[in-house]
């Protein structure tokens, strides 16, 4: 059963940082590009940044330039979304999304999806 996993989520206070994990199980992250999306409440589901499956690509939202960095490390099966700085307008729950190889911004692209993570920053 293909699965992904997200942790690392919870309440912290503006500034702080969280680091987020998507982890898989069973398949391998080696050939598939992973998203965070995140969705707020009352708002549409937004990208937020993605890597390609070789780490070569990544890409941001401008709201999260400069603050979050997305890693992966596919010895663990698993990518990571470093949040820092973090924002009251950070507030959502994030996702990850899995498809073969490239990014895209377009959300039905992505085939595998986790169950997401909540995460919450007080002002």
């Known amino acids: 059963q293909l699965q992904l996993v997200e942790s690392g989520g919870g309440l912290v206070q503006r500034g702080g940082s969280l680091r987020l994990s998507c982890a898989a199980s069973g398949f391998t992250l080696e050939s598939a590009a992973i998203a965070w999306f995140r969705q707020a409440p009352g708002k549409e589901r937004e990208g937020v940044s993605c890597?390609?499956?070789?780490?070569?690509?990544?890409n941001y939202a401008d709201p999260v330039k400069g603050r979050f960095t997305i890693s992966r490390d596919n010895a663990k099966n698993t990518v990571y979304l470093q949040m820092n700085s973090l924002e009251p307008e950070d507030t959502a729950v994030y996702y990850c999304?899995?498809?073969?190889?490239?990014?895209?911004?377009?959300?039905?692209?992505?085939?595998?999806w986790g169950q997401g993570t909540q995460v919450t920053v007080a002002s």
């Open positions: 999304a899995a498809r073969p190889y490239s990014c895209t911004v377009v959300a039905r692209a992505y085939n595998t």
């Open positions: 890597i390609s499956s070789s780490g070569g690509s990544t």
